[in-house]
C-alpha cells in the first residue's frame, strides 16, 4: 500500500503548514511519534476516539454540568441524574455508535463511568468547590508558542486560584509523576500569562481498576505552585514546537516504531508502524 506521506525528496518538499496553535496533547504526540502528529495535525486524518476516549468525555461532561448547579445542589443523586440526562447524547453520537458495542459491553461501559463519577466524589466534595471556570478554553502564547488548552476546572482557594485537570486512565507509577504533571504546569503558566494567580496544580485519577473488577483506586496528585516545575514544562513545549517548526519546514516527519504501532489508528499509512506491528505480532509481511 502506498503510503499517504508522500515520496517528495525533503529537500525539495514544500513547507507544511502549522496548527495555529500547540496543545499539551499535540505536543505530547509529537515527541511520541512526528509522523503520527503530522498525521493528525496537518493531514488532518481521522483518529476516531475509542471507547476510553469516549468514556472520559462523557464523565468530564458530567462533572462540568453539576458543578454549574447550586453547591448544595452538588449530590451524587444529582450526579445521577445528570448522567441519565446526557446518556442519549453519548448513545447518538456517532463514534460510539461506531464501537458497536453488545449490550453486555455497553452495560459496563456505563458502569465505569458511573464508578468514576462516584471516584470524583471520593475525593472531592463539591459543595465545597468554589468554582471560577468550567472547561476553560485558554489560548495565549508561552515563550513565542502559540498555546492552547481546555483546562478541566479553575476554581478558587485561599491563596489564589487552583488548576485541576480530571483523567478516567490509570495512575502514574511514582517514576512518571513528573511527566503527568506537565500538562497542568503548562495550564498553570497559560494562565498566569492571563492574569490569573495560580496556587496549586491536581490531577484526579476518579478511578483504576484494581485486582477485582469492582475495585476502585480514586488517586489525587496535588502539588503547589512550583516556578521551576513551570519553566521547565514551558521549555519543553518551546522546545517540542522547535522540532515541528523543523521538520514542517522540510516535510519531513520520521516515524517513532514501537509497541504503539499496533493501536494507531494510521499504521496503514505509515510503511514502518505496520512493519513494526507485524514484527511484533509475528505477522507475515
Not at 463511568?113 to 459543595?127: H, K, N, R
Request: proline content about 8%; hydrophobic content about 35%; some cysteine.
Amino acid at each position: 500500500m502506498e503510503s499517504r506521506t508522500g515520496s517528495v525528496a525533503a529537500a525539495d518538499a514544500p513547507e507544511v503548514e502549522l496548527p495555529r496553535s500547540l496543545s499539551p496533547s499535540g505536543a505530547s504526540t509529537f515527541r511520541q511519534c512526528a509522523r503520527r502528529w503530522k498525521f493528525r495535525y496537518v493531514d488532518k486524518l481521522s483518529d476516531p476516539p475509542g471507547e476510553p476516549a469516549l468514556r472520559g468525555t462523557f464523565v468530564h461532561h458530567v462533572l462540568e454540568e453539576l458543578l454549574a448547579v447550586a453547591p448544595a445542589q452538588r449530590t451524587l443523586e444529582r450526579a445521577r441524574a445528570i448522567c441519565r440526562d446526557l446518556w442519549p447524547q453519548l448513545a447518538e453520537n456517532p463514534d460510539f455508535v461506531a464501537l458497536e458495542l453488545p449490550e453486555a459491553q455497553e452495560r459496563a461501559f456505563r458502569w465505569n463511568a458511573w464508578t468514576d463519577i462516584e471516584g470524583y466524589f471520593q475525593l472531592v466534595d463539591p459543595v465545597e468547590v468554589d468554582v471560577v471556570d468550567r472547561e476553560r478554553d485558554v489560548h495565549t502564547s508561552l515563550e513565542g508558542v502559540p498555546f492552547r488548552g481546555i483546562v478541566d476546572l479553575v476554581d478558587r482557594v485561599p491563596e489564589g486560584v487552583r488548576v485541576t485537570d480530571y483523567k478516567t486512565g490509570r495512575p502514574p507509577s511514582q517514576r512518571f509523576v513528573d511527566s503527568r504533571l506537565s500538562q497542568v504546569w503548562l495550564y498553570a503558566a497559560a494562565l498566569e500569562s492571563v492574569g490569573d494567580n495560580v496556587s496549586e496544580v491536581r490531577l484526579l485519577y476518579l478511578g483504576e481498576t484494581g485486582a477485582g473488577r469492582d475495585e476502585r483506586r480514586p488517586t489525587e496528585i496535588a502539588r503547589p505552585f512550583d516556578a521551576d516545575a513551570v519553566s521547565a514544562a514551558v521549555g519543553e513545549h518551546r522546545d517540542t514546537w522547535g522540532r515541528i517548526t523543523e521538520a514542517a519546514a522540510t516535510d519531513c516527519f520520521e516515524p517513532t516504531p514501537g509497541p504503539l504501532c499496533s493501536w494507531c489508528p494510521y499504521r496503514h499509512d505509515c510503511p514502518e508502524g505496520q512493519l513494526e506491528h507485524q514484527r511484533r505480532n509475528g505477522l507475515a509481511a
